[in-house]
Each structure stands twice: as C-alpha cells, then as structure tokens.
C-alpha cells in the first residue's frame, strides 16, 4: 500500500523535473517561488508541483507514533481552542472535502492557525488558494490514500492519521 503512495509521489517529482527542465523561467526557482505564483504555470506544473511538495510535507511529519506538540506550535494550539478542538475541524474539514485534494492547518503571518482544505493537489503556498499561509500539517485525503485500509470511510483515515502525527517536528515562527 505504501508502496502505491511513494510512487505517485515518484510520479509527480518526475513530471515536475520534466516540466522546469523544458521552461528556463524555472529554472533556479525554489518549489516555493514556483507555487507562489502557480497561476502564471501550465496545469503539468500546478498538478506535478503541488503533488511534490505536499507529499513531501505530508512524509516529513509523520512518524511510527503520534507526539504531543510543544513550544510555540503548543501556544498556538492553545490559542486555537485546544488539540482536541484542532483535531476536530481538521477531521470535518477534511472528511467534507467533495472529491480528490487536501486537508491543512495553516499559520498566517501572526502565526494564528486556521484549518482549510484544497482541491486536486493545490496547497496554502499557492497564490489561487482561497486560504493562504504556511502549512503547520497537511493530509492527503485522495482515495488512493486511505481506500485500501479503510474503504470509503475517510472520517475513520483522518481519526487514525493523528496515531502517527509526530507534531514534536512541527515549529511554527514568531
């Protein structure tokens, strides 16, 4: 199963790769200046970029059990309502996603975090989201992420997703 998620993963680096190779205005950019101005991009682009650097994001803040949060990321939660207040609108949020894309919780410039969700493979960092800011976490609520183990009950895959959220990696900035 993991195995289908990392080669879509492959996937999409690849197609990225292949699509700034063919467009020297690319070329040199970070993935970050690339998305931020994603509306300016071919659709291979848009598709390909985002699907690289959210599943990027998605592996780096998981890990074999789930943490509590600290620091800034912990005051952040606080201000937010409490864990268990995050976790519930991310899992709504999440769950009420029509079709294939994306649940996030984000920090604004004031590090104020707010949860939303994105179609397809579109991310907070792009300049067509609707809700923009620095993605705090991230999780992949495509089928293809969570069909094998859990069939259509994305609600059950997003309740089992916090087992394995290592938030101890997580830092938000002042």
């Known amino acids: 199963r993991q195995m289908c998620i990392r080669d879509s993963h492959k996937a999409y680096t690849d197609k990225l790769n292949e699509a700034v190779e063919k467009d020297a205005a690319l070329q040199g950019k970070t993935i970050e200046e690339i998305l931020?101005?994603?509306?300016?991009?071919?659709?291979?682009?848009?598709?390909?970029?985002?699907?690289?650097?959210?599943?990027?994001?998605?592996?780096?803040?998981?890990?074999?059990?789930g943490s509590q949060p600290s620091g800034k990321l912990a005051q952040a939660i606080e201000a937010f309502g409490g864990l268990?207040?995050?976790?519930e609108e991310f899992n709504t949020k999440g769950a009420g996603q029509f079709g294939s894309g994306w649940a996030w919780v984000i920090a604004d410039a004031s590090g104020t975090l707010k949860v939303t969700a994105t179609p397809n493979q579109d991310n907070p960092l792009m300049d067509v989201a609707a809700d923009k800011g620095t993605p705090i976490?991230?999780?992949?609520?495509?089928?293809?992420?969570?069909?094998?183990?859990?069939?259509?009950d994305r609600a059950a895959y997003l309740k089992a997703w916090w087992n394995v959220v290592n938030l101890s990696l997580i830092h938000i900035s002042e």
């Open 36 to 65: 931020g101005s994603i509306s300016s991009q071919p659709a291979v682009v848009r598709n390909n970029g985002g699907g690289f650097w959210n599943h990027d994001f998605f592996w780096k803040i998981m890990g074999p059990t």
């Open 84 to 87: 268990d207040k995050l976790k």
């Open 137 to 152: 976490l991230g999780n992949d609520v495509w089928e293809h992420a969570y069909y094998l183990t859990y069939r259509n």
